[in-house]
């Protein structure tokens, strides 16, 4: 009888639990990776505004936000708005 449960056990609990743990993994590195690409976005857009301030200077804010926004786009980025320039901005201008 023990023998019995302890085979039924192994048959329907380990895959289960196997499953459980498949699916939280999967669900961690699909986070880490989102992760990854928001850090990656950030730094371009960061890198784009530095650039467009060295090239424009002070001033033209909209000749810097076009700048920016072309080089995205020419990077398949398009979906970065307008918010995260202007965050990008604010944080190399609060480093100042």
Same mark, same amino acid.
């Given at each position: 009888?023990? #023998?019995?449960?302890?085979?039924?056990?192994?048959? !329907?609990?380990? @895959? =289960?639990?196997?499953?459980?743990?498949?699916?939280?993994? !999967? $669900?961690?590195?699909?986070?880490?990776?989102?992760? &990854?690409?928001? #850090?990656?976005?950030?730094?371009?857009? %960061?890198?784009?505004?530095?650039?467009? #301030?060295? &090239?424009?200077? @002070?001033?033209?804010?909209?000749?810097?936000?076009?700048?920016?926004?072309?080089?995205? *786009?020419?990077?398949?980025?398009?979906?970065? =708005?307008? %918010?995260?320039?202007?965050?990008?901005?604010? $944080?190399? !201008? *609060?480093?100042?």
């Amino acid at each position: 009888m023990l #023998e019995t449960v302890g085979q039924w056990l192994m048959g !329907t609990v380990v @895959p =289960g639990l196997g499953a459980v743990l498949l699916v939280a993994a !999967t $669900g961690l590195v699909r986070e880490w990776c989102q992760r &990854l690409k928001d #850090e990656r976005v950030r730094g371009v857009v %960061e890198a784009l505004v530095a650039a467009a #301030e060295q &090239l424009y200077g @002070p001033g033209k804010g909209e000749a810097k936000r076009r700048f920016v926004r072309e080089r995205l *786009k020419q990077q398949g980025l398009q979906m970065v =708005g307008r %918010e995260a320039i202007e965050a990008a901005v604010f $944080g190399l !201008t *609060k480093g100042e």
